[in-house]
């Protein structure tokens, strides 16, 4: 059934690393837009490279915001040409994604995360991303976990 609001009813924020499961989690969401009015807001987030010791020589092109951007875009790309009609805002902002993710919660009707992303511990159930949004978000939270197949 579609939706008939004429405008955005709500805002769904949804977190983007890239990985199979933020992918999957974003679809999701779009889904959940179109029954429910909603906007989406997808967020992904970027750092520099931190390091303990010796210094890093970083090459002169080396620029992860616009990798964050251009990896978003990428995600992005194939969830708006099969859903051209849901409102859709990105955003990349510098940051550890946890922090920002409940930050961006604030007066959201929901966040959508994915289980686990690139983080360091693959085989745990849920990252330590998710555990943290789950934990201190301001709205409900889903968690989706990554399909049977591809763990």
């Not at 992918?23 to 959940?32: D, G, I, S």
């Amino acid at each position: 059934m579609a939706s008939t609001h004429s405008e955005p009813v709500g805002r769904i924020v949804v977190g983007i690393d890239g990985s199979a499961t933020s992918v999957a989690a974003l679809e999701w969401a779009v889904r959940q837009a179109e029954l429910t009015g909603s906007t989406i807001e997808a967020i992904t987030t970027w750092e520099w490279p931190t390091n303990y010791g010796w210094a890093f020589p970083f090459p002169p092109e080396y620029d992860p915001k616009a990798d964050a951007q251009r990896m978003l875009s990428d995600a992005l790309a194939p969830v708006l040409a099969a859903h051209p009609d849901v409102p859709v805002q990105s955003t990349v902002i510098e940051g550890h994604p946890a922090p920002v993710l409940v930050e961006a919660s604030r007066g959201a009707d929901l966040l959508v995360v994915g289980s686990r992303g690139h983080g360091e511990f693959v085989g745990m159930l849920i990252g330590s991303v998710s555990e943290h949004c789950v934990t201190n978000t301001h709205c409900p939270v889903l968690v989706l976990r990554q399909p049977e197949g591809d763990r």
